[in-house]
């Protein structure tokens, strides 16, 4: 008998927690596989998505089922077809812009790391929007689009014009200049950025003799702080 069931919860802890509620066994006891981390919603305008989990009894039966009962194999899971996913998020995102006004060229590049779709516009700075408030928009609905369509926990990422590589080039100077700031003059830096810019500052200070990096708090409200590194 499998035992294996999708919950939601506000956060990934909440879903687990309730998974195991319904199963009535502990921690130690399930199998976890995490479908989509939720979020709490985009600029605070989009609403949030509800964490995903599926959750399962190691061996495949209920601590209280019969000693004697069959338990069916697990078969693997099926392998993701990227190049199906890619051509479906392209024809997407096209439609997406052709009944949003615009005239753009769209290509792809899938692979198991994740899929990434290229756009070239004339109307690249209105679609990459400040601080690229409408790419991250864009790249939100077509993942929730896709996401109701059997392609879930495979990444997707939009790159306009050759943005991400500015970008990231950009906040990789950016984490340079924290680390000398913070250096110089033996304080920290508070700083709220996306978490793509968090991540991207984390591993180009990882190594760094001066300064640590972490974050803190919750949604909206997390920040990243750059610190003194801690002399043993």
């Not at 050759?162 to 950016?174: D, P």
């Not at 990882?206 to 043993?232: A, C, H, Q």
């Amino acid at each position: 008998m499998k035992n294996e069931i999708e919950v939601t919860g506000k956060t990934v802890d909440e879903a687990i927690e309730k998974g195991l509620k319904k199963l009535g066994i502990d921690k130690k006891d399930a199998e976890i596989k995490i479908l989509d981390e939720g979020k709490s919603g985009l600029f605070g305008l989009m609403g949030f998505s509800p964490a995903r989990i599926k959750i399962s009894v190691k061996g495949g039966t209920t601590a209280s089922a019969k000693s004697d009962e069959k338990i069916d194999e697990i078969g693997s899971p099926p392998a993701v077809d990227y190049a199906a996913i890619s051509k479906n998020a392209e024809k997407i995102i096209k439609k997406i812009l052709e009944l949003s006004g615009f005239v753009a060229k769209v290509s792809t590049e899938a692979s198991p790391r994740g899929i990434v779709l290229y756009i070239s516009s004339d109307d690249s700075a209105i679609l990459i929007g400040r601080q690229g408030q409408t790419i991250a928009a864009l790249e939100y609905i077509l993942k929730l689009i896709l996401s109701k369509q059997e392609s879930r926990g495979v990444r997707i990422i939009l790159d306009i014009d050759g943005y991400l590589e500015r970008r990231n080039e950009k906040t990789v100077n950016k984490a340079r200049e924290i680390e000398e700031r913070v250096k110089m003059k033996g304080e920290p830096v508070e700083i709220k950025l996306s978490s793509s810019e968090r991540k991207i500052i984390h591993l180009t200070l990882k190594d760094s003799e001066f300064v640590e990096t972490v974050s803190e708090g919750e949604g909206e409200d997390r920040k990243l702080i750059v610190r003194p590194k801690s002399r043993p």
